[in-house]
């Protein structure tokens, strides 16, 4: 069974600093498109950042030189380095997984195993 867990939310001021982590067990896929979606409170939800099969990424313009995405193949573990943070920023923050390409696009994910979520919280 296939697991996705995230950690290492939290709160933060604005201009801090927090990593979050997402750990796939269960999951023995090597060539995976992996992300990071968020959803606040009465918003819709939004790709924030994914990683491709091949190690290329992209950002949503909100986040765009503040937060980083990178993974580890062989442990199937995706990160989300975000600095300079906003209020703006707070959200919950989910991660997600699919076999393959990303194919240019979020879609893929939207099918793919999540995790549970995990809350970031910025104050001003």
């Known amino acids: 069974q296939v697991q996705l867990v995230e950690s290492g939310g939290g709160s933060a001021q604005a201009g801090g600093s927090l990593r979050l982590s997402c750990t796939a067990s269960?999951?023995?896929?090597?060539?995976?498109?992996m992300g990071w979606f968020r959803q606040a409170p009465g918003k819709e939800r939004e790709g924030v950042a994914r990683?491709?099969?091949?190690?290329?990424?992209t950002y949503a313009d909100s986040v765009k030189g503040r937060f980083t995405i990178s993974k580890d193949n062989a442990k199937t573990i995706v990160y989300l380095q975000m600095n300079s943070l906003k209020p703006e920023d707070t959200s919950m923050y989910y991660c997600?997984?699919?076999?393959?390409?990303?194919?240019?696009?979020?879609?893929?994910?939207?099918?793919?195993?999540w995790g549970q979520g995990t809350q970031v919280t910025v104050s001003s």
């Open positions: 997600a997984v699919v076999a393959g390409s990303c194919y240019y696009s979020y879609t893929r994910l939207l099918d793919g195993y």
């Open positions: 269960g999951y023995t896929g090597s060539s995976n498109c």
């Open positions: 990683i491709d099969s091949d190690g290329s990424t």
